[in-house]
């Protein structure tokens, strides 16, 4: 028959899905996505009806269930060779300092000829 009962869930209907398709041609894909399935069950409870209800007013219980309990953890922890650790602290020392590891490998080598002459004489 006509007009129906639900024609007006029938128009809401028609219009979230012209705004949805509005929405979905102007807006980009989401970067995160994350769905949820809620089930809302009710149990019987042991207490007596007085309890219950004061209970009720004051006690919640929420149960999470996962359907699947993967977690990816992605870690990066930077390794350094010998070579590339020395590489980095000449890099350094050239750019801030304006000096290399020959040079402070030169100034010691001096350094100990010449605490070494000093000692012997």
């Known amino acids: 028959m006509y007009p129906s009962t639900n ?3 029938c128009r809401y209907q028609v219009i979230s899905n012209f705004y949805f398709k509005q ?3 102007t807006c980009s894909r989401a ?3 994350e769905d949820y399935q809620i089930d809302v069950e009710e149990y019987a409870s042991l207490l007596s ?3 219950k209800e004061e209970t009720q007013e004051c006690i919640s219980v929420i149960r999470l269930a996962f359907n699947r309990m993967e977690v990816k953890k992605f870690s990066y ?3 350094y060779q010998r070579n590339e ?3 980095y602290i000449g890099g350094y020392l050239g750019v801030w300092l304006g000096i290399s590891l020959i040079a402070i490998s030169d100034l010691l ?3 100990y000829i010449v605490m070494k002459v000093i000692v012997a004489a």
Request: proline fraction near 5%.
């Open 7 to 9: 024609a007006s869930v």
């Open 31 to 33: 970067c995160k996505r």
């Open 109 to 111: 080598e001096t350094f």
């Open 49 to 51: 009806l007085k309890e």
């Open 77 to 79: 922890y930077p390794k």
């Open 23 to 25: 929405c979905a041609n």
């Open 85 to 87: 650790l020395f590489s």
